[in-house]
């Protein structure tokens, strides 16, 4: 049985060599994604202006911000993130994000989100 999730085959990837996914529900967020069995993975770029509306999943998360800045709000505490910003998010909390400037982040959720992949497929 397949243990991992992958857009390319092997264990292995580099950024370079995995597509950006974009989606018409998530607009100006483009994202490259892998997963193991357990976990799932993110790249961001995300367009100054763009809005990820609150939501809820299953899936603990962890951001790191790589560069530019983002509003984020995590049950009813907002904070301004900038380049090297790190926020957990607990499995079922109410979250957001407010893109304030062009952005790049990564992302690793536990377990797997399959909506990840899901989402972005057309």
């Known amino acids: 049985m397949e243990e ?3 857009i390319k085959k ?19 967020f ?8 357990n976990m799932s993975f993110t790249f961001v770029k995300a367009n ?11 899936a603990e ?3 790191y911000l790589l560069e530019g800045k983002v509003k984020f709000q995590v049950g009813e505490e907002e904070r301004v993130l900038s380049a090297g910003s ?8 109410s979250h957001s994000i407010n893109v304030l400037e062009d952005s790049e ?9 399959l909506d990840l992949f ?3 497929m057309k």
Not at 48 to 58: F, L, M, Y
């Open 30 to 37: 483009r994202k490259k994604v892998f997963a193991t069995k």
């Open 105 to 113: 982040y990564i992302e690793v959720f536990h377990p797997v989100r």
């Open 118 to 120: 899901l989402g972005y």
């Open 4 to 6: 991992t999730i992958r």
């Open 48 to 58: 100054k202006g763009a809005k990820g509306k609150p939501h809820i999943h299953e």
């Open 86 to 93: 790190v926020l957990g998010v607990g499995s079922n909390e």
């Open 61 to 63: 998360q962890i951001m």
């Open 10 to 28: 092997g264990p292995f990837s580099h950024l370079d060599d995995m597509p950006f996914l974009e989606s018409d529900a998530f607009p100006g």
